[in-house]
């Protein structure tokens, strides 16, 4: 019985064990994890930092660049991070550097402690809209920069007419590595999946809508639908959406003799055509309010399509991250759909 018990003992996940226990001044924290803390005195900050950067442009020159620094200063340091982990990080491929195993390990693991210390570091003072020189840097996918942006920007020059709005095209693809660099602070697309420590919150729930600009009274039957040539919104110029997937489960298929990458314009494309398009609901509501073009519901059953805002959890905290994403909420959101 000593036996077994002193062999379940040594078996004890101790690092489980500790967390159970109640917080230790430092000087009574067990020697192991004293060891553990007192090592990273020999870790400078600014090397995570270049490691950081390193993952994100995987070319020292590009990691200079970012970091306004010299190429002989990142090698230097990336020198001295592989003496660190005892690995070298990266292996060059071509003209890429590509991560090792090791180093995507400690990547998942450092970037979101990165964002921790920032917020714990960081003077968060009080924010004023009316005297703020703030530049907030916005993601946006093309259907919300064109219906949803033109309310939200008349707003915020009321209110901050000060402030510097840099906005980037953001799709499900795009919005993550722009997150995670820190190249925006918050975004608003459809979205899949994001960077460690990043948050996320459901805006709006909206339909597409069927976009036609021809007089033919009534509204289009399926037959009608597939037998239409039909515009395609599209910012990778793909032939196919959603739509086509849904005609697929119904055996129908539809013809696409138009894409173009951004919703500026589609309804005068349309105008004096038979083309038609399908659209967010958001989307349509601004294109038939400019006249030439009417809006009608699809001749098919689809799914409803959730409009995201993510932003970076490094900045959740932030006094004017958070005052930017109530006014994306207030104008960008659907509140009867949520």
């Known amino acids: 019985m000593i036996f077994l018990l002193n062999f379940l003992i040594r078996e004890i996940d101790v690092c489980s064990y500790y967390r159970t226990l109640p917080p230790l001044p430092f000087d009574k924290w067990p020697e192991t994890l004293r060891m553990n803390r007192n090592d990273l005195r020999r870790v400078d900050l600014n090397l995570l930092i ?14 200079a660049e970012k970091l306004f620094l010299g190429q002989p200063a990142i090698s230097a340091a990336l ?168 005609l697929e489960q119904l055996d129908r298929k539809r013809h696409v003799v138009l894409a173009v990458p951004q919703f500026n314009g589609l309804a005068t494309l349309l105008t004096g055509t038979d083309i038609i398009a399908t659209v967010p609901d958001y989307a349509a509501q601004v294109l038939t309010a400019a006249g030439g073009v009417r809006a ?9 399509f959730e409009l995201h805002m993510a932003w970076r959890g490094a900045q959740d905290n932030d006094p004017g991250e958070r005052w930017l994403r109530s006014r994306i909420q207030m104008f960008f959101g659907d509140p009867d759909s949520l």
């Open 50 to 63: 270049v490691f950081e950067t390193l993952m994100h442009e995987r070319s020292v020159t590009r990691a």
């Open 296 to 304: 009608e519901e699809l001749p098919i059953e689809t799914r409803t």
């Open 79 to 246: 020198s001295r991070l592989r003496g660190l982990f005892d690995d070298p990080l990266f292996v060059r491929t071509g003209r890429s550097m590509e991560p090792t195993a090791r180093a995507t390990e400690i990547f998942g693991l450092l970037s979101p402690a990165l964002d921790s210390i920032s917020t714990a570091v960081s003077r968060a003072s009080e924010f004023d809209p009316a005297t703020s020189t703030s530049v907030f840097r916005i993601g946006l996918s093309d259907d919300v920069e064109f219906a949803l942006l033109p309310t939200l920007l008349k707003r915020l020059r009321s209110e901050a007419p000060g402030i510097v709005l840099v906005i980037r095209r953001v799709n499900y693809i795009l919005m993550p590595p722009l997150l995670a660099s820190g190249e925006i602070s918050v975004g608003v697309s459809y979205t899949q999946d994001l960077p460690a420590n990043a948050k996320r919150k459901v805006l709006r729930r909206s339909k597409p809508q069927l976009l036609r600009a021809d007089s033919i009274p009534g509204p289009l039957s399926l037959d009608d639908f597939c037998a239409r040539p039909h515009a395609l919104v599209s910012f990778a110029g793909d032939l196919s959406g959603f739509i086509d997937e849904h």
